[in-house]
């Protein structure tokens, strides 16, 4: 990828951070991995191509031209929140997929929409997401490991911090969260 190809990438991911609250690439991952589908699944539920759904994913496309989809993605991330807290069913998730991929719906894709446990606390799953997609948002992977080496003899937790959520496993993060609460 040249320098223009690179800059008109991160200008479309900044795009979609201000009109969707993250880049579409962060969002549509997390729903692949709480939802238990890959991107075909998800291009169809969303009712996407799979080519214009990989397009918003890597920044080489910005917006959600059709209200709808915008609407879908909404759902889903209302159901991915519910499948995490546990009060839907991998079952239950399966119809309400191919109910909300019937849908139709508004233009606004809220960014405020959190999962929530019963109490209105994150779920842990959720919380866990949330700092992978900002450091990876931030750096790639090897960068990450590379910065997590570079700091390990003088600050060994933090570079643990960022081998585990900045290129590790969510299940390996979300343990490393559960054993660091007081």
């Known amino acids: 990828m040249d320098a223009a190809q690179q800059e008109a990438t991160a200008r479309a ?5 201000t ?7 962060a969002l549509f991952r997390r729903l692949i991995d709480d939802l238990g589908l890959n991107q075909a699944r998800l291009a169809g539920v969303l009712g996407l191509s799979a080519p214009m759904l990989s ?3 890597s920044g080489q496309r910005a917006k959600i031209g059709n209200p ?5 993605v909404q759902l889903l991330q209302d159901l991915a929140g519910q499948v995490a807290d546990g009060s839907v069913s991998a079952a239950e998730a399966t119809q309400r997929m191919d109910e909300i991929k ?3 719906g508004g233009s606004v894709l809220s960014n405020t929409t959190q999962s929530t446990t019963s109490s209105g606390a994150p ?5 866990v997401r949330e700092i992978q997609s900002l450091l990876r948002s931030v750096a790639a992977a090897g960068d990450i490991i590379d910065a997590a080496e570079t700091l390990a003899p003088t600050h060994p937790e933090l570079a643990e911090f960022l081998r585990v959520y900045g290129a590790g496993r969510t299940s390996d993060a979300v343990a490393h969260y559960q054993a660091h609460q007081s």
């Open 19 to 25: 009109w969707y609250g993250e880049p579409l690439g």
């Open 123 to 127: 779920t842990v799953k959720r919380v």
């Open 68 to 72: 709808a989809v915008v609407q879908r």
């Open 102 to 104: 019937k849908s139709q």
């Open 55 to 57: 397009q918003l994913m």
């Open 13 to 17: 991911r900044e795009l979609q951070r």
